[in-house]
DNA sequence: TTATAAAATTCGACTATTCAAATAATAAAA
DNA sequence: TTTTATTATTTGAATAGTCGAATTTTATAA
């Protein structure tokens, strides 16, 4: 009893009158590393497959995997792996909310490149106030999808849909628009501003080399181009036909 | 030689293709502080002095005293005390600029309260990348001032007038414009916010009561309040005459 | 100048996080 | 089912930062 209520006014000290769960960069990290794998349904969750999103030892995923059950944020069974317990998917998704609309203000507000907001919006993720997000939602008049495409959680944490079709899975003659991106490195980013493909870019689907399965596409009406297939499996489409 | 290109290397592939100097969030807080403490001029900076900004052990400021030394961020000795050098300096008001532009952000743009901002700020401003402040400054329209009043360094460290002139130390009779608060505490903010006081206003400095050195004064032509000294002090004004 | 107080410094310890290497457990292949 | 490979876990060590207590240095007062 006296350790609950401690606790509690811990939080309160450091964030205020809102109740504030309070989280170290770290935990932030595997939170998010461990929603992401979430996503990629099918996949049973491991601490090898969370030290490689993290890029780093097993060990290390081991320990925190203890740290992160202890404060019931995840559920670990050696034949289940790692799932995130309510509170850990409320917290991950805040996170990823936090990420998303800090990428919408950096593109749009201060004009950064699409290949420079993804890094910057790393660290502005972990900043605690228990308001900032949804002032930070209002602020850019409630987005839907961060600049590559991804959706951003809603205060309440119910998502706007999500593109899965890639643009590698189409059929070939078929028309479509970009509407996200899978890969957010900056190689990748820089690439799509060269070709000239953003979201909502129309690409047309000419047809499929099938020795190794890169794609005759044509930009936006332009030219054709001969993309990869690891390029097309990272275009995210809404099919026209 | 081989060391100072791997480093390098390490700031490059940190940093995109900008120079920029890395420092941890404990040496970037004691930077502050050493700062600040130089701008309360003709004291010499101690350990001690340090460890009471940063409310924390002298023993961990010997420490960082050495680390920050070794960067070549501050000189130390024992009769001088604690002295920033020109690249510490530089970082030091980088902080401060960052800081003070946050602040600016969050009350203006998302709309928080002049006792709310400090805290926010204090962690935005270790948000690290080479153009976020110049462009965030842009973003603001280039603000001379922060919402407490204080100059926001430019981008290249000079800094806009700042204000040293306490409504305490005015002559009975005097008129002045409420220019900037020395204290930045939420306790300071709130009542000042329930007084009715703000950047700009008016206040008429009545009397002085011998006895406390409490002030009488009038605040935007309103009726007359009375404020204890310490209250005063913490008032930095444009007078009028 | 000597005694005393204050400040600076060293020391060992503790927390959080990380890693590499060794070991244990489990899954896959023969 | 036994062997082999993969994965998980433990162990011990490293780093950055912190602290309290002990010690040394410096400044102040008697």
Redesign the pocket.
Known sequence: MWLIFKTRLFYLSLYGTHFYRMH????E??LKAIYRLAQEKGQKI????I?EV??????????????LADKQLID?D??K?VRLTDQGLKDAILIVRRHRLWEVFLLEKLGFRWDEIHDIAEELEHIKDATLADRLDKFLNFPEYDPHGDPIPKANGKMPKSYSVSLASLKAGSSCHVAAVRDTSSAFLQYLLKLDIGIGTTIQFIEKIPFDGSLVISIGGKEKTTVSQKFGENILVDGIG
Chains 1, 2 share one sequence.
């Open positions: 170290t960069l770290s935990e990290n595997y491991t601490p090898t497959a030290s993290l890029e780093n030892n097993p060990a290390s995923v081991v320990d925190m995997i203890r740290k670990y050696k034949k792996g």
